[in-house]
């Protein structure tokens, strides 16, 4: 009777605020992933070095301060939220940080997203600290918990299956392969290296489906070689076309990996969204998008803007919304914003497969 009753509420407040009956899809949006959907939790960890709480991040965002994300506003998370009629989940360090405990989490979703993360343990150590994705799951598994003793199993159950887990990762772990100074390709293959990412990737979603998951949205890496960062170690300023057509072979590998999964876990439903095609688009046809600068970064100093980060000293451009990329690896707010469009409406299956995000909560 209590959860009904607190369903009841919150549907009541929904239409109170004047959302639209349409976006009342989800009873929570836990988030997963690294610095494309970090939402401020690397605000918290004192060692980092992938940071974004200072200028000229946020310089977009209402308030125009920066707020951890990396970003001139609004990323990822927020637009997924937005879709999702849901307020951005909430950095998960924050809420400990705020209160000083761990049992008072809110019932629609958790942030544990964090940049430097990847699939493997040991991609953030030239940032010194970041939540590693399986840290991530044991900040869930405490959210988990809370949940289930304050609704009981069942309700809680009830609860995780209607909402959505969102996980983005991997990028960071082929960008380090790919490194200059990387020894990884001496130790092993690209195809070794991403075939282990994918092994290490679904014991960590079947971590999170023994904790009630059960609607995913899953990310593809992007063109990675194409970030700024990439072309300016290219004398030429190209794509670095290594380390796209590997993320090309683990986005393959990934989708088989989760038709495979979904196989296992019968109850498991997912939309894979495919990001490199969305900004392969970007790049190829800038002008479809309203995009007029697909190579440099909009923050930062040097060749492409891309030798110096996005740091204080930096220059930033003015024409933000025309930018593609917003500093060395990350997207601007209005790529962002595209990207989760065509991730929750795209009905040709050309970016979000087998069905899209729109398809999964309803």
Known sequence: MGYKFLLLLVSMAVVGLGISKGEEKVAGLYVFGDSLVDVGNNNHLKLSLAKADFPHNGVDFPGKKPTGRFSNGKNS???????????????????????????????????????????????????????????QIEYYANVYEDLVQRLGSAAAQAHLSKSLFAVVIGSNDLLGYFKSDSDLPKKISPQQFIDLMLVTLKQVLKRMHDFGARKYVIAGIGAVGCCPSQRNENKNGECDEEANNWATKYNEGLKAMLQGLKSELMDMDYSYVDTYSVFNSFIQSPATYGFKEVRSACCGLGNLRAEVPCVPVARYCFNRSEHVFWDLYHPTEAAARIFVDRAFNDGSQKFATPINVNQLIS
């Open 77 to 135: 998370a927020d637009f997924l939220a937005d879709k999702l009629g849901v307020e951005t989940s909430p950095p998960y360090l924050s809420l400990l940080a705020g209160s000083g405990k761990s049992n008072q989490f809110p019932i629609t979703g958790v942030s544990f997203a964090s940049g430097g993360a990847g699939i493997f343990n040991g991609t953030d150590q030239r940032y010194r600290q970041s939540i590693t994705l399986s840290k």
